[in-house]
C-alpha cells in the first residue's frame, strides 16, 4: 500500500499505516455566511488541534439549476426537508473570494487548507490557490470528467466512497490514476445525514483497504465520536468530521457536526487510542516486569541441605515468579543440590547439578 505524502504549513506529512490519523474538519456551511465566522471555524479547528481543515468549493449553478419541479424538492434532513437543491446550495456554498484568504489565513496559523471541488472550474479555481490535495465528494465520484479534471493536477486525491459500489470506487480510482494523479485514497462514508450507530458497517475500512491496497480511513456523519473511535481501532489512517461552533446556530451541516470541545476530544482521544494499538509485540514490557511478583514460578517450601534431592515435598510451583518456570518442574524433580537452599527461595540452575 503507498502512503500519501503532502507538503503541510509544518512540513511534509505521510498519510498511511504507521502514521498518525489526518484528521480533518469539515467546514462545509456552518459559517453561515457570516465571513467572520468562517475564520473563528478555522481558529478553532487550530485550538482542536486537527491536521487540516476543508472547505467545498461550487456555487448553486455549479452544482444544479433554479427548478422547482419534484426531482429539485429535498425530502430528506430537517434542516434540508422543503428546499430546492438550488436553494439548499445558495444557503450552504462558501464564497470563493473568501477561500484564497481563509487558506492563507489557517496556514499562516499551522494548519493546512484544502477544498473539495464539485466541477472544473472550481479545480480550475483552487489550482490557482496551489493547494496540495484534494477531496472528491461522495455523490461525486461517478463524475468521470471531474475526476479527470482533478487527476490532471497530479495531486493526491480523498475520495469519500458514499452510494459508491466497489466497480464505482475501482473506477474512480483508476481514471484518476490515468489522469495523473499520483496516490488516492479511499474513506468509507455513509452518506445519511446524520447517520446511525447501526448504519455505519465500520468493518468496511479494512476491506476497502485489502480488496483496493490504498490508504483508507472515514467521512464519518454520525453523531458524536463513536464511530470515529471504532474506525482509528479498525485501521482507518484518515478521518473527517463536520465541524461547527455551535449546532445551535443552525446550519446546512450543523445537526452532525462536532462542536470545539467535541472536536479537541475527538483528536485527544484518537492520539491515545493510536498510542493503546501500538504494534504486534509479544514482548514482555518493563512495567509488565514489575508485576513478576503474581507470575507462578518454582520455589523452596523447605529447607534444602546439601546433596538432597528436589522433590515435591520440598519445592512447589507458587507465586511470586522469581525462579525457574513451571515449565522446568519435571526436569528439576530428583536432581541435587549442590548448596543449601532455605525455605522461600527461588530455585535456579545453578543450585543443582545436571546429572541426578
Not at 41 to 64: C, F, N, R, S
Not at 68 to 85: A, E, H, M, P, R
Amino acid at each position: 500500500m503507498e502512503e500519501i505524502i503532502i507538503k503541510t504549513p509544518k512540513g511534509e506529512r505521510k498519510i498511511g499505516p504507521g502514521n498518525p490519523a489526518f484528521i480533518i474538519a469539515e467546514m462545509s456551511g456552518n459559517h453561515n455566511k457570516d465571513k467572520e465566522k468562517a475564520f473563528q471555524i478555522v481558529d478553532a479547528a487550530v485550538d482542536a488541534g486537527v491536521d487540516a481543515i476543508k472547505l467545498q468549493t461550487y456555487t448553486p449553478d455549479t452544482l444544479t439549476i433554479d427548478c422547482d419541479n419534484d426531482y429539485f424538492k429535498v425530502k430528506v434532513n430537517d434542516s434540508w426537508k422543503g428546499k430546492t437543491l438550488y436553494e439548499l446550495y445558495k444557503e450552504s456554498y462558501t464564497p470563493w473570494e473568501w477561500q484564497s484568504q481563509l487558506k492563507a489565513y489557517g496556514e499562516s496559523k499551522g494548519i493546512l487548507v484544502f477544498s473539495t471541488p464539485f466541477d472544473e472550474s472550481s479545480v480550475l479555481f483552487l489550482e490557482t490557490l496551489n493547494v496540495v490535495l484534494y477531496k472528491v465528494a461522495s455523490f461525486e465520484i461517478i463524475d468521470l470528467e471531474l475526476l479527470k479534471a482533478i487527476g490532471k493536477t497530479k495531486k493526491p486525491v480523498i475520495i469519500s466512497r458514499g452510494l459508491g459500489t466497489k466497480d464505482d470506487i475501482s473506477l474512480a480510482i483508476e481514471t484518476l490514476k490515468s489522469s495523473g494523479c499520483p496516490q488516492v485514497a479511499v474513506l468509507h462514508c455513509v452518506s445519511s445525514y446524520p447517520a446511525d450507530l447501526n448504519q455505519m458497517n465500520l468493518a468496511t475500512i479494512p476491506d476497502i483497504a485489502k480488496h483496493f491496497n490504498v490508504v483508507t480511513g472515514l467521512s464519518d456523519h454520525s453523531m458524536g465520536i463513536t464511530a470515529t473511535l471504532a474506525a482509528v481501532a479498525l485501521g482507518a489512517n484518515i478521518i473527517e468530521k463536520h465541524f461547527t461552533l455551535r449546532r445551535e446556530d443552525g446550519g446546512p451541516d450543523a445537526s452532525f457536526s462536532l462542536e470545539p470541545e467535541e472536536m479537541k476530544k475527538l483528536v485527544t482521544t484518537v492520539r491515545e487510542v493510536e498510542k493503546s494499538i501500538g504494534k504486534p509485540s509479544y514482548e514482555v514490557g518493563k512495567k509488565e516486569l514489575e508485576n513478576k511478583v503474581f507470575k507462578r514460578s518454582i520455589f523452596a517450601i523447605e529447607d534444602i541441605k546439601v546433596g538432597e534431592k528436589l522433590t515435591r515435598n520440598n519445592i512447589r510451583v507458587i507465586r511470586p515468579g522469581y525462579g525457574l518456570e513451571p515449565k522446568e518442574l519435571q526436569n528439576v524433580l530428583g536432581k541435587k543440590v549442590r548448596k543449601g537452599v532455605k525455605r522461600g527461595t527461588p530455585i535456579s540452575h545453578d543450585m543443582f547439578s545436571l546429572n541426578k
